[in-house]
């Protein structure tokens, strides 16, 4: 069973900076690519960025230039840096993974960290 855990949300202050951090354990053969979604109350879940395995990112509109996504794949482990924090960006971020195990090919889910940023 591959699991996802999300750490390193909390409060700060609008214009301050938090680094989530996402790994991935298990029987874990390849991971493809990895990312970071987001959901704030009585909204819908919304991509914020992901990773290819090698390393080529893509960014919501809304955090280009403030977010910066990596991964460590010696450690399956991805990353988000945020920065410059508004406070629409609260929310609860989840991030994913697509990986091979030895159940094949799936999608796995964190349980989600919650972000929130004061005005």
């Known amino acids: 069973q591959v699991q996802l855990v999300e750490s390193g949300g909390g409060l700060v202050q609008a214009g301050g900076s938090l680094r989530l951090s996402c790994a991935a354990s298990?029987?874990?053969?390849?991971?493809?690519?990895m990312g970071w979604y987001r959901q704030a109350p009585g909204k819908q879940r919304e991509l914020v960025a992901t990773?290819?395995?090698?390393?080529?990112?893509n960014y919501a509109d809304s955090v280009k230039g403030r977010f910066t996504i990596s991964r460590d794949n010696a450690k399956n482990t991805v990353y988000l840096q945020m920065n410059s924090l508004r406070p629409e960006d609260t929310a609860t971020y989840y991030c994913?993974?697509?990986?091979?195990?030895?159940?094949?090919?799936?999608?796995?889910w964190g349980q989600g960290t919650q972000v929130t940023v004061s005005s």
């Open positions: 298990g029987i874990i053969f390849s991971i493809n690519a």
């Open positions: 990773i290819t395995e090698g390393g080529s990112a």
């Open positions: 994913y993974a697509h990986v091979w195990s030895n159940s094949g090919w799936f999608h796995y």
